[in-house]
């Protein structure tokens, strides 16, 4: 409920900035274009789950064929976590969906 009055007032208050084209489909649900659709609050339960959410984050630009390897998208926070010890440098340099038979939470 909290999330939904916010984004609500947001997008309310934000109206006059964010005109651009409106689908059919979101002219018909009252939608303004600011909000992504399908996004889904999580509370991360615990450190496995944050791992998970982590290396999704992580592959996500390989997965959208943005790069090749996740080492080369330079935006990343994967960058700092290589520099901390927690991912070795070469991590996600093939599918892991195949390599460690687990896909952040999507199929396969």
């Not at 689908?23 to 996004?39: I, Y």
């Not at 992580?58 to 991912?87: A, I, T």
Request: hydrophobic share 30%; net charge positive; charged share 30%.
């Amino acid at each position: 409920m909290r999330w939904s009055l916010i984004k609500r007032l947001v997008s309310q208050k934000t109206r006059d900035l964010h005109r651009g084209p409106v689908s059919v489909t979101q002219f018909k649900r009252r939608e303004s274009g600011l909000w992504q659709r399908r996004f889904w609050e999580h509370q991360i339960r615990d450190d496995r789950d944050f791992e998970t959410h982590t290396d999704y984050i992580h592959w996500n630009p390989v997965k959208h064929d943005h790069v090749g390897v996740v080492v080369d998208w330079p935006y990343s926070s994967f960058h700092r976590h290589v520099s901390k010890g927690v991912y070795p440098a070469d991590w996600g340099g093939a599918d892991p969906c195949v390599e460690e038979a687990r896909c952040f939470g999507e199929p396969a």
